[in-house]
């Protein structure tokens, strides 16, 4: 299994930027697919994005595309969100996901989960 730590979160404004971060540990994480979520107040979490287990394809949200990116770094057992021109509707808390499998764009298919991080902009 992987255990799963986000950092990164913060409150910005609409136009600001941030990097979110996902520390792993565990058995093989360069072999898992590791996913970004949301969820937002009120609403279901949300597909954000996701890259592979070599970084060598990635996937995107449409409501991201464009602006966020995904990266992922194995030999520091980490995955990144840069997450830029930032919109109040990207308000939410954003947790990262591991799966021992391809890309998938919903949430039950990942197995493990991080607490969280809060990302909040404003108008």
């Known amino acids: 299994q992987v255990q799963l730590v986000e950092s990164g979160g913060g409150l910005v404004q609409a136009g600001d930027s941030l990097r979110l971060s996902c520390a792993a540990s565990g058995r093989t994480f360069s072999g898992y697919t590791i996913g970004w979520f949301r969820q937002a107040p009120g609403k279901e979490r949300e597909f954000v994005s996701a890259?592979?287990?070599?970084?060598?394809?990635?996937e995107y949200a449409d409501s991201v595309k464009g602006r966020f990116t995904i990266s992922r770094d194995n030999a520091k057992n980490a995955v990144y969100l840069q997450m830029n021109t930032l919109k109040p509707d990207d308000t939410g808390v954003y947790s990262c996901a591991a799966r021992n499998g391809i890309i998938r764009t919903i949430v039950k298919p990942y197995e493990y989960w991080g607490q969280g991080t809060q990302v909040t902009v404003s108008s």
């Open positions: 890259i592979t287990p070599s970084g060598s394809w990635s």
